[in-house]
């Protein structure tokens, strides 16, 4: 799901979140560093940091500020309000996400739950820094989720004014697609790199974000993202971008369904169409059966036949058989030079 919404017009309103008191944590102590330790870990540093502000605490209590209305977008998970983060005197755009609290199939409220997955996601957000990777910035309460629960922290991002790429290339259709799919591939080979899987790559999940230097492709939404090393179980629900071996709840993800997942996306972004089209029932059959996307469905100008044998080697029906993202660094490079 995806809901994004026309600029404001006149006054909107805009809360500020100051006098937020967090309540008795709700937290479990293994994740109770993501709250309290500020520090990302040093290792992630990227050379290229981008809109990184030196000595931000972790709790940005009194520094956020967000318009109620229009909100950025709505996904399966949460919802994402704009905003803007004072700091020295400076203020900068943030997208701030509130998660939807979970309901059990009988309506009640799992609150732990949704409090485990928030912290799951702000610990994998703050140990991400890099330029094609949607930068975090510190949680904060919210005044709508305090309502019902004042232990569930808002993550607040830096701000993608372009929005969803899917949106922002119907808009803007004469954008060259090759860089943004190398965004997108970089910030997946760092992830890769340091040991987490996406879990839920789609072109929903690709932001673009608008700066002096251009446009570029940020990765976001790290909901469904696991750390290898820890537990691989599948958190997604999306399954039209899902690698075939992603068939249940119980289902594990690697870092080859996330390249499954790339070639998908890389076919929509560069084709300005969905990867499959159509009954979703029908979709998983044929992601089952083997099929994979007919390329005359896809008549884009962008696709040569060296990037269609980068899209084909990446959506192999076996996990082993596909490029790791670190290959397609490279391939792109090379094609790109
Ligand atoms: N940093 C940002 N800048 C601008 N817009 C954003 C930002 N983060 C999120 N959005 C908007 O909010 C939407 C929902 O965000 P997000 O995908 O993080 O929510 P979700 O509930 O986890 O989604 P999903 O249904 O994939 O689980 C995005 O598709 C995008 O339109």
Redesign the pocket.
């Known amino acids: 799901?995806?809901e994004?919404t026309t600029p404001p017009e006149g006054n909107v309103p805009v809360v500020r979140l100051s006098e937020m008191v967090a309540g008795p944590t709700l937290f479990l102590p293994h994740q109770a560093w993501a709250l309290t330790n500020p520090t990302p870990n040093p290792e992630c540093r990227h050379p290229e940091m981008w809109d990184q502000i030196p000595d931000l605490p972790a709790d940005l209590k009194g520094m956020v500020t967000i318009t109620l209305s229009p909100v950025?977008?709505?996904?399966?998970?949460?919802v994402?309000y704009e905003g803007q983060l004072e700091s020295n005197g400076v203020s900068r755009a943030v997208?701030v996400?509130v998660a939807f609290i979970k309901r059990a199939v009988d309506g009640s409220l799992l609150a732990d739950e949704t409090a485990r997955s928030v912290a799951r996601e702000m610990r994998i957000s703050r140990a991400l820094q890099h330029p094609n990777i949607?930068h975090y910035y510190g949680m904060c309460y919210d005044p709508i989720a305090l309502k019902l629960f004042s232990t569930i922290p808002a993550l607040v991002?830096?701000?993608?004014a372009g929005?969803?790429a899917i949106k922002y290339l119907a808009n803007h259709p004469t954008t060259k697609r090759l860089p943004l799919v190398r965004g997108i591939v970089d910030g997946l080979a760092y992830m890769h790199e340091f040991g987490i899987i996406h879990g839920?790559l789609n072109p929903?999940?690709v932001?673009i974000k608008l700066d002096e230097s251009g446009i570029r492709a940020v990765l976001?939404?790290f909901?469904?993202s696991v750390i290898a090393s820890e537990d691989t179980t599948w958190l997604g629900d999306?399954i039209d971008y899902s690698a075939p071996e992603i068939k249940t709840k119980e289902s594990h993800v690697t870092t080859m369904s996330d390249i499954y997942s790339l070639a998908l996306t890389t076919l929509a972004i560069v084709s300005d169409k969905p990867a499959f089209d159509g009954d979703p029932l029908k979709i998983r059959e044929m992601r089952t059966q083997g099929l994979r996307p007919d390329r005359a469905d896809h008549p884009a100008l962008e696709i040569d036949d060296n990037m269609w044998e980068c899209i084909v080697a990446c959506w192999a029906h076996q996990p082993e058989a596909r490029w790791s993202a670190s290959q397609v660094v490279s391939f792109l490079g090379q094609t790109q030079a």
Do not use: P, Q, T, Y
């Not at 950025?72 to 949460?78: D, H, M, P, Q, V």
């Open positions: 799901m995806d994004e950025l977008g709505i996904g399966g998970n949460a994402v997208a996400k949607a991002f830096a701000h993608c929005r969803s839920d929903r999940n932001l976001n939404d909901g469904s999306d």
